[in-house]
C-alpha cells in the first residue's frame, strides 16, 4: 500500500480491543478482574494532542455493545486513521475489529502496535487487513505517520507493499521519558475504569508508567520488543506530577504498570519521598510487581508512608533449578527476605508463580506450591507458562518443535489452552497442578485465620468472602 495522500488535520482513533471477552471469557477468574484504561494508547494520543492532531477513543471494554459503539465513534468522528494496540491473545479481536473499520471505510488506514505486532510483524499484516504495524516504542513514530511522512522515510514500522511486507530500520528509544507528552486522560471517561475489592481499594482506576526498559534476561519475558534492555526513567518530580494530573483528571487510585518501578531503589525512595513532601494522600502499589533483588527495608518503608498498601514480587518458582533456567537472577533466600521486609512495613504481599517453564516436573512444581506456603503471602497467582512471541522462551520451543499451535487466542494466561507439549508433563497434569495450586493456598486454615482477621479490621470481610466464593477452582 502507498502512503495515503497528505491532508491538513489528520485525525485518529485509538481503538482497544475487549480484553474481558477475548481474555477471561472462559477464566474464573473473570468476575473479579478489574477494568483499565490502557496507558499505552492515552500516551500516544498525548504527543499526538500536543502536535495539534484530532484524536478520538473508542475503548471497547466500557461499551455495552462493542461493535455497535465502534461504529457509532466511526460515523461520527469520521477517522483518517485507526490506531490499535493489542496482546498476542488480542490478534483475533484486533483482526475482527479492522475488518469492520474496512467495511466502514476502505480508505481508513489501520494500524497496530504492541509486544505482538513488534514480534512478529510480518505475519500480523499478511494475516489481516491492517495497513501499518509500528515496531518498537511509537511516540514519535505515530507523529511521522499522521504527519504525512513517506512510509519508506520512516523508521520502526512495516506495511505492506503488493503482497510482500516491507520493514523500515529501527527506531531508537526515547531516551529522555520527561520529554513524553502527558497521557490524554481528558479523552476517556475515568469514571468507567473500576476494580474490584481484591484488586484495588477505590475507583476510578488507573495507570501509568514512570520507566521503560529491562536489562534482566528473563527468558519467558517479551516486553524488550517495545522497550528494549536499557532502563530509562522519568524523574521523581515528573512522576508526581503526572500522579496529581490524573487525580485531577478524577482518578482516586493510580497505580505504575512498569516493570522496573524499584530498578532504581534511589530513584524509587525519591519518587515517594516527592509524594509525601507534597502532601498527596492516595492508596496505591507497583501492579507491574517488584524484583526481590531490587528492594530493601528502607524502601518498603518509604512506600508505605506514601500510600503504597500491596507489594507483587514476580518469583515465579520455588524451585532454584527452575528459578536458573530462566534466567531470573535470584536467589530464594532474596525472595523470603523480601517478603519479610514488606510485611514488616506493614504491606501485603502477592506473590506471581509459573508453572510448567522449562525443566519443571511434578516435583518442582510441589516445591512451588510448598514455597508459596512457606513465605506466608497475602495472596497468590499461580499461571500456566505461556510462551509469548518475541521471548527468548517462544523462539527456543519454536525451534524445539515444542510448540503445537499458533492459535493465538489460546495463548492466555487467565485460561490456558493446550499451547505446548511440555517435554515432561502432560498438559493435563499442569492444568492438575495450577487448580491444586491455587486451592492448597486458599484453603489451608491458617491462611484463612489470617484473611478473616485482616478482613474485618478493613471492613472487607464480605467483600472477599464473595471473591473467594465466585472463583470457583
Given at each position: 500500500m502507498k502512503t495515503p495522500l497528505y491532508k491538513q488535520n489528520k485525525k485518529i482513533l485509538f481503538v482497544t480491543p475487549s480484553y474481558s471477552n477475548a481474555i477471561y471469557k472462559k477464566s474464573k477468574m473473570k468476575s473479579v478482574i478489574a477494568t483499565f484504561p490502557f496507558a499505552g494508547s492515552a500516551v500516544l494520543a498525548g504527543a499526538l494532542v500536543q502536535c495539534d492532531y484530532e484524536v478520538a477513543i473508542a475503548d471497547l471494554n466500557v461499551a455495552e455493545d462493542a461493535e455497535r459503539y465502534l461504529i457509532s465513534k466511526l460515523e461520527s468522528f469520521?477517522?483518517?486513521?485507526?490506531?490499535?494496540?493489542?496482546?498476542?491473545?488480542?490478534?483475533?479481536?484486533?483482526?475482527?475489529?479492522?475488518?469492520?473499520?474496512?467495511?466502514?471505510?476502505?480508505?481508513?488506514?489501520?494500524?497496530?502496535?504492541?509486544?505482538?505486532?513488534?514480534?512478529?510483524?510480518?505475519?500480523?499484516?499478511?494475516?489481516?487487513?491492517?495497513?501499518?504495524?509500528?515496531?518498537?516504542?511509537?511516540?514519535?513514530?505515530i507523529v511521522d505517520i499522521l504527519s504525512g511522512k513517506k512510509w519508506e522515510s520512516i523508521h520502526g514500522i512495516a506495511y505492506k507493499q503488493g503482497r510482500d511486507v516491507v520493514s523500515t530500520p529501527v527506531r531508537g528509544l526515547v531516551e529522555n521519558l520527561d520529554d513524553l507528552s502527558y497521557p490524554?486522560?481528558?479523552?476517556?471517561?475515568?469514571?468507567?475504569?473500576?476494580?474490584?475489592?481484591?484488586?484495588?481499594?477505590?475507583?476510578?482506576?488507573?495507570?501509568?508508567?514512570?520507566?521503560?526498559?529491562?536489562?534482566?534476561?528473563?527468558?519467558?519475558?517479551?516486553?524488550?520488543?517495545?522497550?528494549?534492555?536499557?532502563?530509562?526513567?522519568?524523574?521523581?518530580?515528573?512522576?508526581?506530577?503526572?500522579?496529581?494530573?490524573?487525580?485531577?483528571?478524577?482518578?482516586?487510585?493510580?497505580?505504575?504498570?512498569?516493570?522496573?518501578?524499584?530498578?532504581?531503589?534511589?530513584?524509587?525512595?525519591?519518587?515517594?519521598?516527592?509524594?509525601?513532601?507534597?502532601?498527596?494522600?492516595?492508596?496505591?502499589?507497583?501492579?507491574?510487581?517488584?524484583?526481590?533483588?531490587?528492594?530493601?527495608?528502607?524502601?518498603?518503608?518509604?512506600?508505605?508512608?506514601?500510600?503504597?498498601?500491596?507489594?507483587?514480587?514476580?518469583?515465579?518458582?520455588?524451585?532454584?533449578?527452575?528459578?536458573?533456567?530462566?534466567?531470573?537472577?535470584?536467589?530464594?533466600?532474596?525472595?523470603?527476605?523480601?517478603?519479610?521486609?514488606?510485611?514488616?512495613?506493614?504491606?501485603?504481599?502477592?506473590g506471581y508463580f509459573m508453572l510448567g517453564l522449562p525443566g519443571e516436573t511434578v516435583k518442582t512444581i510441589e516445591e512451588t506450591i510448598a514455597f508459596s506456603h512457606k513465605l506466608d503471602l497475602d495472596y497468590a497467582k499461580f499461571s500456566i507458562t505461556i510462551p509469548l512471541p518475541g521471548s527468548p522462551l517462544y523462539d527456543d520451543w519454536k525451534r524445539s518443535n515444542i510448540i503445537k499451535t499458533d492459535n493465538w487466542e489460546m495463548f492466555n494466561f487467565a485460561s490456558p489452552d493446550e499451547v505446548y507439549a511440555h517435554p515432561n508433563l502432560s498438559w493435563d497434569t499442569l492444568n492438575k497442578y495450577y487448580k491444586r495450586a491455587h486451592r492448597a493456598f486458599c484453603w489451608r486454615f491458617a491462611y484463612i485465620f489470617k484473611r478473616v482477621i485482616r478482613n474485618f479490621k478493613d471492613f472487607n470481610f464480605i467483600e472477599d468472602v464473595k471473591a473467594a466464593l465466585k472463583v470457583k477452582w
Open positions: 469520521k477517522p483518517d486513521y485507526v490506531g490499535i494496540s493489542f496482546t498476542t491473545p488480542l490478534f483475533y479481536e484486533m483482526k475482527k475489529i479492522v475488518e469492520m473499520i474496512k467495511k466502514f471505510n476502505r480508505e481508513i488506514t489501520a494500524i497496530a502496535g504492541g509486544p505482538h505486532a513488534s514480534a512478529l510483524p510480518r505475519e500480523t499484516l499478511l494475516g489481516t487487513l491492517l495497513d501499518l504495524v509500528v515496531v518498537g516504542e511509537g511516540d514519535q513514530t490524554a486522560w481528558h479523552l476517556y471517561d475515568v469514571s468507567k475504569y473500576r476494580g474490584t475489592p481484591i484488586f484495588n481499594r477505590e475507583n476510578p482506576l488507573g495507570f501509568y508508567e514512570t520507566s521503560r526498559g529491562c536489562f534482566s534476561r528473563c527468558t519467558y519475558c517479551s516486553s524488550r520488543n517495545i522497550f528494549g534492555m536499557k532502563y530509562r526513567y522519568k524523574t521523581p518530580e515528573r512522576v508526581v506530577d503526572e500522579i496529581e494530573y490524573m487525580l485531577k483528571m478524577g482518578f482516586k487510585e493510580v497505580h505504575p504498570i512498569d516493570d522496573g518501578f524499584s530498578t532504581d531503589i534511589k530513584r524509587a525512595k525519591a519518587v515517594c519521598n516527592e509524594i509525601i513532601k507534597r502532601g498527596i494522600k492516595i492508596n496505591w502499589y507497583p501492579q507491574g510487581g517488584l524484583r526481590v533483588d531490587r528492594v530493601n527495608k528502607e524502601l518498603f518503608d518509604l512506600m508505605y508512608k506514601a500510600g503504597c498498601y500491596r507489594i507483587p514480587f514476580g518469583i515465579e518458582s520455588g524451585s532454584q533449578l527452575i528459578i536458573d533456567n530462566i534466567k531470573k537472577g535470584i536467589k530464594l533466600w532474596q525472595v523470603e527476605q523480601a517478603v519479610k521486609w514488606a510485611r514488616d512495613a506493614g504491606l501485603e504481599t502477592v
